[in-house]
Nanobody, 126 residues
Framework: QVQLVESGGGLVQAGGSLRLSCAASGRSFRSYAMGWFRQAPGKEREFVAV????????YYADSVKGRFTISRDNAANTVYLQMNSLRYEDTAVYYC???????????????????WGQGTQVTVSS
């Protein structure tokens, strides 16, 4: 069992930055690829970014590539999402998720993920 708690959301002006954190409790954090997803009002949840066990594999949605950076600290059981050059369309509830993987690979489909946090609101004003 893994519990995930996101933090770092808030209100920011377009062009600004935020850093989201996701703290994991439970065993075997190193066995999980960690992903970030988001859901805007009236829209389906969408993939944002994912990082493998080791941190050696990262993948981003095209909409955030070059602006967002995912990282993890396995010693601290935490994954981060640094969000720069924020746009109005980045406004959403952001969720972190844990995907138990048999190897150092990644997945972008939300059905692959085993555990989810409660979400943190990010609001970008135009």
């Amino acid at each position: 069992q893994v519990q995930l708690v996101e933090s770092g959301g808030g209100l920011v002006q377009a062009g600004g930055s935020l850093r989201l954190s996701c703290a994991a409790s439970g065993r075997s954090f190193r066995s999980y690829a960690m992903g970030w997803f988001r859901q805007a009002p009236g829209k389906e949840r969408e993939f944002v970014a994912v990082i493998s066990w080791s941190g050696g594999i990262k993948y981003y949605a095209d909409s955030v590539k070059g602006r967002f950076t995912i990282s993890r600290d396995n010693a601290a059981n935490t994954v981060y999402l640094q969000m720069n050059s924020l746009r109005y369309e980045d406004t959403a509830v952001y969720y972190c998720a844990a995907d138990l993987r048999p190897d150092d690979t990644i997945a972008t489909m939300d059905r692959s993920y085993d555990y989810w946090g409660q979400g943190t609101q990010v609001t970008v004003s135009s």
